[in-house]
């Protein structure tokens, strides 16, 4: 668990730096809202996973096309945004509702919510309209079409527990998987993490 907080820590410093490396100004709350949502996600765990195994995939998680080295700033901040947004997609149906401890999982959408409210100022400084297609291709088409998959998956699942688990696990590893993110970007703008 330490280590996907770790993880989850370097993701949610791809976007936060020094007064406007990324052409916005985040607050150190972004940071700590995206250390709070993964501890509510490891907390949210209502069933041991042993007990899914039968209902294990392979979501494909397009982290190759995530991490590559090839993304722009906007892309790298589009990718994170679109995660972020179908994550809190995700969890602010009906069925996610009935699926979860309603506590913990309105501390989720909340703290999901004000990421998505930082990243939107961010993100509309660092895309220019030539850059409008982004979220219609390349890796943050990827990240959809694996959030897709998801949505699929619970369905055919009938949104049993442990389909429901699976999908718990697999949101803090993807999350957990975009650090890579933050590496590109401190590359690009140098230390992302010093405030």
Partial sequence: MAFVL??????????????GSLGCDLSQNHVLFGTKNLRLLGQM???SPRLCLQDRKDFAF???????????EA???SVLHEMLQQS??????????????TTLLEQLRTGLHQQLDDLDACLGQVMGEEDSALGRMGPTLAVKRYFQ????????KGYSDCAWEIIRVEIMRSLSSSASLQERLK?????????
């Fill in 62 to 72: 397009p982290q190759e096309m995530v991490e590559g080295g090839q993304l722009q």
């Fill in 88 to 101: 809190f997609n995700l969890f602010h149906t009906e069925r996610a509702s009935a699926a979860w401890d």
């Fill in 45 to 47: 765990r209502r069933l």
């Fill in 75 to 77: 892309q790298a901040i």
């Fill in 187 to 195: 590359m690009m703008y140098g230390d992302l993490s010093s405030p």
């Fill in 149 to 156: 998959g998801i949505h699929v998956y619970l369905k055919e």
């Fill in 6 to 19: 770790s993880l989850l820590m370097a993701l949610v410093l791809v976007s936060y730096g020094p007064g």
